[in-house]
Every structure is written in structure tokens, then in C-alpha cells.
T-cell receptor
Framework: DAGITQSPRHKVTETGTPVTLRCHQT?????MYWYRQDPGHGLRLIHY???????DKGEVSDGYSVSRSKTEDFLLTLESATSSQTSVYFC????????????FGPGTRLLVL | AQTVTQSQPEMSVQEAETVTLSCTYD???????LFWYKQPPSRQMILVIR??????QNATENRFSVNFQKAAKSFSLKISDSQLGDAAMYFC?????????????FGKGTKLTVNP
């Protein structure tokens, strides 16, 4: 299994508070991604990174920001959480010999009250 | 824009039988990758199989195989000798490569139930 961890695994927060989710990899892969999974929508890309300090938006990026200061860490921040951001968040990585194949972390369940 | 469609929200199969999950996609590219991921109740996303579009031969991984029809833009997953552990959500995904980035577009998934 690819070495990907996410923290926290579960979080409950209140509307308007900032939240940061962390993705950590031990594979030294170039690409990292954040997806959200909601019923009826499958997985949708929020932001991705193609290198340290190199990031770009996905299809559902509004209300989210990311940072990548080290190869192994990719942070997702909700500046001011809203109830619509209640979801399961997945981090993924790709690179090495097969950059087209993404491997996923265990997910973080976020509830915004 | 690339889209992925899974027309079967739910499927069921008897243990030891064979089941086929459907997936169609839309693209104007000639070279691309397609994937099937499995998501059991644990929610972990697990890669099942991948197919490179320029390869004519259908990919296989043990009991899992695909029927890739490039002209029809169809990418179905066949599970042979179904086991109780195969019960999960299955997602079809298409890889988009644009400007140096690698992104996946997912279908909405098919929930597979395996009956003993």
C-alpha cells in the first residue's frame, strides 16, 4: 500500500471556524490531490499540487485553499467552514514510475455544524 | 469536458457468479488511461484495475477484467467468481492530462451487493 496518511480522521467543527486537514506521504511522489466525496456526486477534485509550492484549482475549489511547503505534506484549509463543506475528504498521490495512477489515503470525515 | 457515466446505481450478484459493471466516458483525446476503484464500507479507495487506451489487449487482474471498447468509449468491469468481500462501491475514472497535471474524473459509482 502507498504510504499516505491523513489527519485528523474525524472532525466536528462549527460554522465559521477555520479547519486544516493534513495529508502526508512517504513515497516522495510529485503529485498530490484533494478530493471531496458526497452522496450522488462521486469524488470531485478540489485542488492539486504538481510540486512544492506549485498548486492549482480543481472543479470545486471555492472556499478552500491549499499549501505545499514540503514534498511530503499537502494541507487543505477551509478558511471559514460552512455546512455545505460537510463531506468526506480524500487525499491522493501519484508519481514515480506510473504518474497516471493515483493512490488514495484513508479519508477524513468532516462535519460542520 | 471529459465526463464519466456509470448507468447502474446498484447491482447484485450471487456468490461465485459473474457480474459486469458498466462505464462510458466522453473524450476527444486519443491516448488516455481508465481506472476502476473499489470502495468497501471502510471507505478506503482501492485501485482494482487500469487500462491504457493505446493498448488493444484488455487488462486483467486475477478475477477482475475489463472489456475496453475504444470506439464506443466503453469500459466495463467484469468480476468473476464473486466473493462476499467484493461487496463495495465501484467507481470508474478517466485520467485527464492537461498542462503537466494529472487529474481523475470519476463516475458516480455503482453499489455492488454480493448475496450468499
Amino acid at each position: 500500500d502507498a504510504g499516505i496518511t491523513q489527519s485528523p480522521r474525524h472532525k466536528v467543527t462549527e460554522t465559521g471556524t477555520p479547519v486544516t486537514l493534513r495529508c502526508h506521504q512517504t513515497e516522495n511522489h510529485r503529485y498530490m490531490y484533494w478530493y471531496r466525496q458526497d452522496p450522488g456526486h462521486g469524488l470531485r477534485l478540489i485542488h492539486y499540487s504538481y510540486g512544492v509550492k506549485d498548486t492549482d484549482k480543481g472543479e470545486v475549489s471555492d472556499g478552500y485553499s491549499v499549501s505545499r511547503s514540503k514534498t511530503e505534506d499537502f494541507l487543505l484549509t477551509l478558511e471559514s467552514a460552512t455546512s455545505s463543506q460537510t463531506s468526506v475528504y480524500f487525499c491522493a498521490i501519484s508519481g514515480g514510475q506510473a504518474p497516471e495512477t493515483q493512490y488514495f489515503g484513508p479519508g477524513t470525515r468532516l462535519l460542520v455544524l | 469536458a471529459q465526463t464519466v457515466t456509470q448507468s447502474q446505481p446498484e447491482m447484485s450478484v450471487q456468490e461465485a457468479e459473474t457480474v459486469t459493471l458498466s462505464c462510458t466516458y466522453d473524450t476527444s483525446e486519443s491516448d488516455y488511461y481508465l481506472f476502476w476503484y473499489k470502495q468497501p464500507p471502510s471507505r478506503q479507495m482501492i485501485l482494482v484495475i487500469r487500462q491504457e487506451a493505446y493498448k488493444q489487449q484488455n487488462a486483467t487482474e486475477n478475477r477482475f477484467s475489463v472489456n475496453f471498447q475504444k470506439a464506443a468509449k466503453s469500459f466495463s468491469l467484469k468480476i468473476s467468481d464473486s466473493q462476499l468481500g467484493d461487496a463495495a462501491m465501484y467507481f470508474c475514472a478517466y485520467r485527464v492530462s492537461q498542462g503537466g497535471s494529472e487529474k481523475l474524473v470519476f463516475g458516480k459509482g455503482t453499489k455492488l451487493t454480493v448475496n450468499p
